[in-house]
């Protein structure tokens, strides 16, 4: 995953990691953390009827210079390119979010790298419940704590893991996926969809998340919610309060 005008440099100044950049694990951990809580999930483009360009150059212009987010195929788009930089392994994965009630396709794309001979699974895109680190693809059916929130990772089948959430006290399926090696391409029927299907969550709903080390804060039409140490609060949103609220909240400057 390559754009010619991504700088490594360029791109830890975006996110604000001031940390040795090192194709390690705790160079990884770094960099995700420090990029969910400054680039937000968000699908404003979507919501103004554009079809999100997957075009490299395009992504790395709208997140790192003009200070955007953008949904999973950017976020960890951008991520792929800083894995690529360090010299981290990595291959893209399709994955089918099983949180609907009926069947979906496999419209998320999510990261698998390998360090050490270890795999990792690694995901800045799926919005209110994704993880906050990497999680290591053999350490299955335990539950992992990253701050204030529970995961794990098991085992459908033969070859298909499942990534689930605690939520509400109750575990939830979120989605699942297998290492079959998807090419960056691959994913541009599925960004179609997300960006166009009426039934597409992200062309119903306005949809922005930022996470922080207490918690994280979502916007979900004209409802906030905040949570933080576990405990959840929710406010309306009036149309002429959201554009502050982007900008405040969430960093983001709809005018660029």
């Not at 969550?201 to 930022?210: A, P, S």
Request: glycine share 8%.
């Amino acid at each position: 995953m390559q754009a010619e005008n991504f700088v490594l440099q360029d791109y830890l100044d975006r996110i604000g990691y001031t940390g040795a950049a090192r194709a390690d694990l705790a160079t990884v951990q770094g960099m995700m953390r420090r990029q969910l809580f400054t680039v937000p999930f968000e699908n404003l483009d979507v919501q103004a009827g554009k079809i999100v360009s997957l075009v490299p150059e395009e992504i790395v212009d709208k997140i790192v210079g003009r200070r955007r987010g953008g949904y999973c195929y950017e976020v960890n788009g951008l991520f792929a390119m800083a894995l690529q930089a360090l010299g981290v392994a990595y291959q893209f994965v399709a994955a089918r979010p099983m949180f609907y009630p009926v069947k979906r396709p496999k419209t998320h794309m999510a990261l698998v790298l390998t360090l050490d001979g270890v795999q990792w699974l690694c995901d800045l895109g799926f919005g209110s419940y994704g993880i906050r680190a990497p999680l290591r693809l053999d350490q299955l059916d335990s539950e992992l704590r990253q701050d204030d929130d529970r995961f794990m990772l098991s085992k459908s089948g033969e070859i298909d893991y499942v990534l689930k959430a605690k939520v509400d006290g109750e575990w939830q399926n979120q989605y699942g996926f297998n290492l079959s090696p998807q090419e960056w391409i691959d994913f541009m029927p599925a960004n179609y969809l997300n960006s166009t299907h009426p039934d597409a969550i992200f062309v119903q709903k306005l949809l922005v998340v930022v996470f922080s080390e207490e918690g994280r804060s979502i916007l979900l039409d004209d409802s906030l919610r905040t949570v933080r140490g576990g405990v959840s609060q929710r406010r309306q949103v009036a149309p002429e309060q959201r554009q502050a609220l982007l900008r405040e909240v969430f960093g983001l400057d709809t005018a660029h």
